[in-house]
């Protein structure tokens, strides 16, 4: 099996998780990761059966703000509050906005044909994941001295 047969099979892509749900705010740490998992197929070369395993090994994201990361683990959920917790897989955004975050998982892989010992494939293949957004919001600190009820246009108020 070549690189060009491995690149050419439907390997599923990983899932982007998003752990504060697709909100965040400006500067936080924000916990993005990938579910990801060795993926195995099956096809035919040549008239004969053939067992695939991919492996991801690499995962390069896009966070739609201009910066761009390439990490080797996929990370996972932060258990609790994941409000500004740093990981190996969060990400500070600087700006507000929403964005759109990718991801490619590369793969390497493996082969065996009529249940035959397993064969290394010289070459990865890359593959893209539907893209999450990410909202910013910034926040704004005021010392508020009225009351709402009083007055519903002060700072800190529904209006204001």
């Known amino acids: ?74 990370g996972e959920a932060v258990a609790g509050d994941p409000f500004d917790i740093q990981t190996e897989t969060s990400h500070q955004f600087e700006e507000t906005g929403t964005f759109p975050i990718n991801l490619t998982t590369v793969y390497t892989g493996q082969f065996s044909v009529n249940g035959g010992p397993w064969i290394s494939i010289n070459g990865v293949a890359r593959v893209d994941s539907a893209p999450e957004s990410m909202t910013v919001w910034k926040t704004k600190r005021s010392l508020v001295a009225e009351d709402c009820i009083a007055n519903p246009g002060a700072i800190g108020c529904s209006d204001g």
Do not use: C, K
Not at 6 to 17: A, D, E, K, Y
Not at 18 to 43: C, E, F, K, P, W
Not at 61 to 68: Q, V
């Open 1 to 74: 099996m070549t690189a060009s047969d491995f690149q050419r099979l439907p390997i599923p892509p990983s899932t982007i998780n998003l752990d504060t749900q697709g909100n965040t705010l400006r500067t936080a740490h924000t916990n993005i990761y990938a579910t990801a998992s060795v993926r195995n197929l099956n096809t035919t070369v040549l008239g004969q059966p053939v067992r695939v395993r991919a492996v991801p090994i690499e995962y390069i994201w896009n966070y739609g703000d201009g910066t761009t990361r390439r990490t080797y683990e996929s």
